[in-house]
């Protein structure tokens, strides 16, 4: 494997080697994950009874030799998975505290890690760029030349604005035909609403669908000491406070908000 900047071989250890949907796939070519499809070469389902036109050697002769009823076997085929990655690049995403990396390039390296995952499994992937909208979008392809052009991109991502959930995913919907799964990685911290209309959306429109949150430590503990003036990296709207006087609102935001 090629060196990169957003993807260290190290590590290779620490990842699952297949990517799991929680359904069944519907990718074109054979691979290791359950199809909607159903076929003569996989993992059995059921068995049903004969019928005129149906395969003949789908038929389970131990079943005829010891009920003389005719009977085929239905069994369901492995496939490749298709997957899209989705990375906000809002400028929220920039902010970074006590010199750590900023959570754009921790992102970065999560959606690399995937890739790299989903092609040692053999499965066709693609990925987008939004903020207020869908910057980019390449669609989902099977080939050892997708994870350089990944890694190429996600090396000099690009800086977005306000992000905006429900309009990037609709585009996205409109660019991407047929269901798949669809992995979003994001800080999710614009209005929740939108944010839910935006997953709600997808997951009706694909399937499948994952939200990895990265958040900066302080995001979530806002370990501040004093008075303080906080800046929105979006919206330049500003604030003086002392957040230790403050509930923690990205806790409280989604372990009480279950409306997915």
Known sequence: MSHSAVFDPRWVGRLGVVFRPRGAAGGPLAGHHASVRRGRAGEFIDRRAYSPGDDVRRIDWNVYARSDRWTVREEREDTNLR??????????????????????????????????????????????????????????????????????????????????????????????????????????????????????????????????????????????????RFQDMETSDSLRGDPSFWPSPIKKRWKTDKRL
């Open 83 to 228: 997957a899209t990655l989705l990375l906000d690049v809002s400028a929220s995403m920039g902010f970074s505290a006590d010199g750590r990396v900023p959570k754009i390039r921790y992102a970065a390296g999560v959606l690399a890690a995937l890739g790299y995952v989903l092609q040692r499994g053999r499965d066709a992937f693609g990925w987008g760029f939004f903020h207020e909208t869908l910057l980019s979008f390449s669609p989902p392809r099977a080939g050892t030349d997708v994870l350089a052009r990944l890694f190429n991109q996600l090396e000099d991502p690009p800086v977005g604005k306000i992000g905006r959930f429900e309009e990037s995913f609709r585009v996205f919907n409109t660019q991407s035909a047929g269901r798949g799964a669809v992995v979003v990685v994001s800080d999710f911290l614009g209005p929740l609403e939108d944010v839910l209309a935006g997953l709600r959306m997808l997951r009706a429109a694909r399937g499948d669908l994952s939200a990895l949150q990265v958040l900066d430590p302080v995001e979530l503990d806002l370990s501040f000491r004093g008075v303080r």
